[in-house]
């Protein structure tokens, strides 16, 4: 423990010895001191210059950059740090948008904001503005994005889900109508035959004992109803047709 003591300490002082000999070259020689720092000035102009371009193409900055501003350029690192903070919330309002109608809306509203800013600060105006398309687009290439359905397209669905719901309720209905009717004429047809003249009589019936032939009118009012119901089997083949046709549409 003590020769790790002893061997930092003994760095320390050759640093310091190096940091004041460096010190006493350049007081001896300010020329070169001056050169020196104006190197470092560019170097730091130029890392400047370098994150404007990046504001100016809506680049997130890094945290590196953004103390670089604090330091050097104070007012620049608030219209950064001004410019980050939008950003992020709107990043964070996109992800309670239903539909993409909703994004666009969103975003209309956010580059009408930035562009009212031009009229006080040019330069903000355009960092946020190139910010907040950066974003947008970042977004529209998200799962999430392309998972949502424009308001006109979900309309279209539910239009189309109601429709499916009467044409099914419709052939269901036309079925049971069918059906009602099949089943009438064939009960009518097992009881009655029709004559040349389009009278109706019952079948023959047999008595156990005479086996004689009854032939019995119905009245005119069960006559006009069994004509209709064997009108109506006699017209099966059309009407199973007529089924199958709406059937197709539905």
């Not at 010190?23 to 001896?28: G, I, L, P, Y």
């Not at 499916?164 to 047809?189: D, F």
């Not at 069960?222 to 017209?235: C, E, G, H, I, L």
Request: aromatic residues 6%; proline residues 1%; glycine residues 2%.
């Amino acid at each position: 423990m003590k020769n790790i003591t002893s061997i930092t300490n003994i760095n320390s002082l050759l640093n310091t010895m190096k940091m004041q000999h460096l010190w006493e070259m350049r007081k001896q020689d300010p020329e070169r001191a001056r050169i020196e720092k104006e190197q470092k000035q560019k170097q730091i102009s130029q890392k400047i210059s370098d994150i404007r371009t990046k504001l100016k193409f809506g680049k997130k900055l890094t945290d590196k950059e953004l103390r670089l501003l604090r330091e050097h350029a104070p007012e620049l690192y608030k219209k950064a740090e001004a410019v980050q903070q939008e950003r992020k919330n709107f990043k964070e309002a996109l992800k309670n948008c239903k539909t993409k109608d909703d994004v666009q809306r969103l975003f209309s509203q956010k580059m009408q904001f930035s562009m009212s800013m031009a009229k006080q600060d040019q330069e903000m105006a355009e960092y946020l503005t190139s910010a907040l398309q950066d974003e947008h687009t970042h977004f529209t290439k998200t799962d999430n994005y392309k998972n949502m359905k424009w308001e006109n397209e979900l309309t279209t669905e539910k239009t189309e889900k109601t429709s499916k719901s009467k044409k099914s309720t419709k052939t269901n209905t036309v079925e049971g109508v069918y059906q009602s009717v099949l089943k009438r004429a064939e009960q009518i047809t097992a009881e009655y035959d029709i004559s040349e003249d389009g009278t109706a009589y019952k079948k023959e019936q047999y008595s156990s004992s005479t086996e004689q032939k009854t032939d019995t009118t119905i009245d005119d009012t069960s006559s006009a109803t069994f004509k209709q119901a064997y009108n109506n089997y006699q017209s099966i083949s059309e009407t199973t047709e007529t089924k199958r046709n709406i059937t197709k549409r539905a």
